[in-house]
């Protein structure tokens, strides 16, 4: 039996932790940019592969990433597994209850988006001849499909992402763009499925006609008996399996068995793993800790191995072309934003709001990108085109983020804790006074952040004076308002033998929170003292806090209390 | 490039599926049986693999598990990370701090245990000529000193596992236990560690010595200055990235750098992760949550996937052979149980204690098979020695609970719904009056336990007249004890207009739990109630309850709600 020899076992640790380690790395990097992770992720495997690592130390790179023997057999096995797994967890975020309710508004602008831009993809691909060298040994009418279908998806997963992020993802223009999107996602899925039906000549013993009612009778099953049935077994199975072990394993394993029927019949896994994961996400039934559980270990081990490692298999370099990558950029903007614009706007949307949802629309992601990848393995596409879908879909999710920011003139909303500046946190209160600790505090603050402190603790000291800012349960978070502040400015006393603040409940105060914001900003003062007291709220959250040596140690604290927004 | 064909892919699909949902269900079964789990994950791959499966369609076992090709190398790759990752969640699990508290007694039973074993197994293995055909052309000495290994560890993850479900794990006798535990894996891996370098010849350029130099090095940093250095990073990575997923993602790369380290300096790569999971296990900044998804997926997903594979490799039934399985449980029984309960003994506990803890630490589980697939790879050991070892593991673990329970009169602490029977859920009680809701209920549950209805009615009734049931909240826990009565039992009703209980809170009640236990036993009553009065506090259960149809649902709510045992 062929196995892995110990040196391949060596070489596969190594190069699945380099993989996963930079992949989390540069992700994180992006997000600290305000950018999506998946760039930082996609960058790790450009500069472990050819591209950048193999042109400096071309041995040394083969070395760790060989591209013989048995090692890309294995590496190849966990990212095609990474891969269904994260089309797994894409379906799990589709509400089909939400695209119904949306209908009208979701359907205008899915369609118009759609027809547009597979109109723009296939009449430039069919009628001029830009694109004639992008296709390998195939017919130019299936490349031209190909094109017009990937200038035609969505990414959900990319889009929900900064729906949430922005604080949109309940509001209207939110819901009609998640409708869209999961409506989108559906019929490019579908439709490539199609199209890789159509090429897969000795691939498949099914003639095609086969391939397209086998997949169509899968999709119906799964979307109406195969959803009911999940529904009924999923109690069945909490209420009789280990929690949540049961739930993981028995979803998983019929994930695997979707994606290798959707394989089998000609089509691809991911399709399989993706309808399935829509009907199982659509349970009421499933435990919002089981689907973190998956979401968690996926988005954040499989899916960036998966982007990684595709840079291993592209020399990124080599193989960028300027005007390819434009002219494909801008093919596909135009045929978003105007097609899914119209659509917002012709179903009653006010011009800004039918702009963020273009722009909002135009997000390909992850999406984009796996599709590319399996037109390259298929040899529809060349390398030169693959390139330049990677960079559109990367651009594309940028861009989104930014625009809808930029037109509905939206922020992040922010936790309260990210607006502690670094040496914001007090380990001791050197007082058992009331007044005392309040101009100490406050004294330091107004030092951090180049205020005059004597005004700025007499004004918090007169706050405090007309009621004390207890909140009970031994947190106080004494307050004013400045003019001029930009942001609020917070910072946190810890005081372990306790300071009476005329609390309501009668106990001592161990932490001052003291919370600065901006006169012309009533609002966010109201933010911040409910942000703070929801999460005092936690239990165990105080002894935490208290437990807390560093300013590091207190944001960690907070940041892994799980707050869900509304 | 070799990569995986689409046929490979269909293959891998089918297989990973196939063993992870059986693994899972037979898993389930064993549970359900009061058996550890992992006897049934062995056992699907057995049924799957060429013991069962392939006796009877070996064209077909072949066909969905290859063994040529790219397909068992695929396998291998995630069998080899599989078994990685779970010595990083067995580490995890390790506390240093509770092997130092418990130190003297831990150090008594551990090291008496692995004197004995060590004794009895290299004495019969090299004096004996028993076992003479067992090792494949190997020097008997290193075979001799393998098996005394093999009989001297422990399983901490099974021994932990057990004394949670008995509620032990804090006890005099559970810390001991698990302080010995901890010692005993430690000396036992760092010498299969050492057994597998002084084999290693050819495997590795490095000679022996510097092998167990680099070695020590690796634990020594890992558990000092590597131990301190995560416990400073811990809180700067959560403060400073994505939550979880930049914990989740940079230990898991470091995890395999240190499984690659190990590898590469000729021990083995769970070496590496079991020292690092007990360096990222002992920070007090890694929080519960990071910890459960690693575990959760890890051992519902990845290790059940390792044990099941276990059996695709061997044929349990050709290379079974008796009286070799006896001679093993027997020399393996005796060495722990002698030795463990004499040092129990020795070090102050109870006779009866003191056999507890031998048969506590009589337990080998998933640690023995890994030692023994690992030695029956690297050719230490026959298949035959194998299939002992692997019986002997799964005996040792199964009568490791049974003879706790037995010593130590032990019951499984039961959550109130294991109460309630099959039709004990009322989806809608049909009256708005106090008196007439309790006894309809009464009836209701007198009748599926086979009691008198009008007299436990009568009784429940007596009982509330004396002051309210009614826990506040919409919840009432309306009770009676009876004489007779074996087991507790409870019926839920359902109100969704509501009861007026003259509930202190001023609430109407919703939900009424009655509850009928044995009167010689008024502590099963009190702590019924209190789990329900905790159960109930959960914010959004009373919801989820209402919402229920059916006694699957409520089963399945009620399960999921994560309250941990204290």
């Known amino acids: 039996m062929p196995s892995l020899s110990h040196h391949d076992m060596i070489t596969l640790l190594l190069a699945l932790g380099l993989l996963i380690g930079t992949a989390r790395l540069l992700g994180e990097f992006f997000v600290w940019l305000q950018l999506p992770s998946i760039i930082g992720e996609l960058l790790a495997g450009v500069l472990l592969g050819p591209t950048v690592f193999g042109r400096i130390a071309p041995a040394m790179q083969t070395a760790l990433f060989p591209t013989g023997g048995a090692f ?3 590496l190849d096995a966990f990212t095609g597994i990474a891969i269904v797994l994260f089309l797994l967890v894409a379906g799990m975020e589709v509400d089909l209850s939400t695209a119904w309710r949306q209908g009208k508004a979701g359907i205008y602008v899915a369609v118009l988006g759609m027809v547009f831009s597979f109109a723009i993809g296939f009449s430039v691909a069919w009628f001029t001849p830009v694109f004639h060298s992008a296709t390998i040994e195939r017919d130019p009418l299936v490349f031209s499909l190909f094109f017009a279908v990937a200038l035609s998806i969505s990414a959900l997963p990319v889009v929900a992402k900064i729906l949430l992020d922005l604080g949109l993802f309940r509001s209207d223009v939110g819901m009609t763009v998640i409708a869209a999107a999961i409506l989108n996602d559906l019929v490019g899925w579908i439709t490539f499925a ?10 498949t013993p099914l003639p095609l006609g086969y391939t397209l009612i086998l997949l169509a009778i899968f999709v119906v099953f799964m979307l109406s008996a195969g959803r009911k049935i999940l529904d009924r077994a999923l109690p069945w199975i909490q209420a009789h399996t280990s929690w949540p072990g049961g739930v993981l394993g028995f979803s998983l394993a019929i994930a695997l068995f979707c994606a290798a029927y959707t394989e089998a019949i000609g089509t691809h896994g991911v399709l399989g793993a993706f309808i399935f994961g829509i009907a199982l996400g659509d349970s009421r039934h499933l435990r919002g800790r089981t689907r973190r559980t998956f979401e968690q270990f996926i988005s954040f081990i499989f899916a960036p191995l998966f982007f990684a490692s595709i840079g291993l298999k592209v020399n990124f370099a080599a193989n960028f072309e300027l005007w390819r990558v434009l002219l494909v950029l801008v093919l596909a903007t135009i045929g978003k934003v105007v097609g899914c614009g119209l659509g917002a706007y012709f179903s009653g949307m006010g011009k800004r ?21 399996l037109a390259l393995e298929a040899n529809f596409i060349s390398e030169r085109m693959f390139v330049a879908l990677v960079v559109m879909a990367l651009v594309t999710s940028m861009t989104a983020a930014l625009m809808m920011k930029f037109i509905l003139k939206l922020e992040k909303p922010r936790r309260f804790f990210e607006f502690i500046p670094t040496r914001g946190f007090v380990s001791e209160l050197e007082t058992h006074d009331h007044r005392e600790a309040i101009y100490q505090l406050s004294r330091h603050l107004a030092g951090l952040i180049d205020r005059d402190p004597e005004s700025v603790a007499e004004g918090v000291w007169r706050r405090e004076q007309i009621m004390s800012t207890s909140l009970g349960g031994g947190v106080a978070v004494p307050h004013a308002r400045l003019d001029g502040l930009k942001t609020p400015a917070i910072a946190l006393g810890i005081s372990k033998t306790g300071i009476d603040f005329d609390a309501a409940d009668g106990e001592l105060v161990h ?4 919370i600065l914001t901006p006169r012309d900003n009533p609002d966010q003062q109201i933010d911040v003292l409910a942000d703070i007291a929801r999460t005092f709220r936690r239990p165990g959250l105080l002894e935490r806090v208290l437990d807390a040596g560093s300013n590091t140690e207190i944001l960690s604290v907070f940041k892994t209390e799980d707050i869900r927004r509304a």
């Open 353 to 373: 709001e039918s702009w963020a949802v273009g722009f909002a629309m135009n997000a390909r992601g992850a999406m984009e990108i796996i599709l590319g990848l």
């Open 72 to 74: 890309p057999v294995a």
């Open 511 to 514: 932490v001052v929170c003291l």
């Open 194 to 203: 199609f199209l890789s039906g159509l090429l897969a000549t000795g691939r």
